[in-house]
C-alpha cells in the first residue's frame, strides 16, 4: 500500500531532550515536506526537501533539523525541544515537485514539557 | 476557509442534503488548488484538485468551483453523508513562491443523522 509513514504516533518528552521524528515513503517521491499544524494557525511548512542531499527551510524552520540521505527517509530532528514546540506534525511527499498534490502521514502529536 | 482565533468555522448540514464549503486564496498568480479533508486523529486525506486553466471539475460526489475573478474557491458535497463529517481545508500553490502549497486554516463540517 503506497504510504507515508510516521513514528510514534504520540511522544511526551522534556525541554531540551533531543529527539527524532520518523518519517518514511514508499512511493518513490522527490519531494517530501515537514508540517505543524496548530490550532488557528492551519498548517505550517518547517522544511522540505527536493531530492536526496537537498533540503531548504520553510516558513517555520527554526529549533528544527532534517536530513534527506536516502530518498525515501526525511526525519525531523529537534535538538533541544521547547515548549512551543509542542504540536501536531505531519510529513507529506509528493512525486516530484512542490505544489503538487501531497501524500501526509498520519500525524505525530508532540507534548514538550 | 480562513480560521477565526481559534475556532473554525463551522458548517452543520442534514444527512442527505448538499454541502458547500467555501475559500478564499490569497495569491491571484496562484495556479493550481487542492481540497483536503481531515477526520479527526488523521492526517490531511486529497479529495480533488483544479488548475486554473479551468473553473470546475468533478470527483464522485465532489465538484470544485473557481472563481480567480474573486479569487474564490468552493468544495461542493452531493448527498452529504456522516462520514464525510471532517474538517475541510484548500491550498494554493503559488508559481511565485517556488510553487509551495500554502494551506487555508479549514472549515469543520458536522452531518447530522
Known amino acids: 500500500e503506497a504510504q507515508v509513514t510516521q513514528n510514534p504516533r504520540y511522544l511526551i518528552t522534556v525541554t531540551g531532550k533531543k529527539l527524532t521524528v520518523t518519517c518514511s515513503q514508499n512511493?518513490?517521491?522527490?519531494?517530501m515536506s515537514w508540517y505543524r499544524q496548530d490550532p488557528g494557525l492551519g498548517l505550517r511548512q518547517i522544511y522540505y526537501s527536493m531530492n536526496v542531499e537537498v533540503t531548504d527551510k520553510g516558513d517555520v524552520p527554526e529549533g528544527y533539523k532534517v536530513s534527506r540521505k536516502e530518498k525515501r527517509n526525511f526525519p525531523l530532528i529537534l535538538e533541544s525541544p521547547s515548549p512551543n514546540q509542542t504540536s501536531l506534525y505531519f510529513c507529506?511527499?509528493?512525486?516530484?515537485?512542490?505544489?503538487?498534490?501531497?501524500?501526509f502521514g498520519s500525524g505525530t502529536q508532540l507534548s514538550v514539557l | 476557509g480562513e480560521s477565526v482565533g481559534l475556532h473554525l468555522p463551522t458548517l452543520s448540514v442534514q444527512e442527505g442534503d448538499n454541502s458547500i464549503i467555501n475559500c478564499a486564496y490569497s495569491?491571484?498568480?496562484?495556479?493550481?488548488f487542492i481540497w483536503y479533508k481531515q477526520e479527526s486523529g488523521k492526517g490531511p486525506q486529497f479529495i480533488i484538485d483544479?488548475?486554473?486553466?479551468?473553473d470546475k471539475r468533478q470527483g464522485q460526489r465532489v465538484t470544485v468551483l473557481l472563481n480567480k475573478t474573486v479569487k474564490h474557491l468552493s468544495l461542493q458535497i452531493a448527498a452529504t453523508q456522516p462520514g464525510d463529517s471532517a474538517v475541510y481545508f484548500c491550498?494554493?500553490?503559488?508559481?511565485?513562491?517556488?510553487?509551495?502549497?500554502?494551506f487555508g486554516g479549514g472549515t469543520r463540517l458536522m452531518v447530522k443523522p
Open positions: 512511493m518513490n517521491h522527490e519531494y
Open positions: 483544479i488548475r486554473s486553466n479551468m
Open positions: 495569491n491571484s498568480a496562484s495556479d493550481y
Open positions: 507529506a511527499s509528493s512525486l516530484r515537485r512542490a505544489g503538487e498534490k501531497l501524500f
Open positions: 491550498a494554493e500553490s503559488q508559481p511565485n513562491a517556488g510553487n509551495m502549497l500554502t
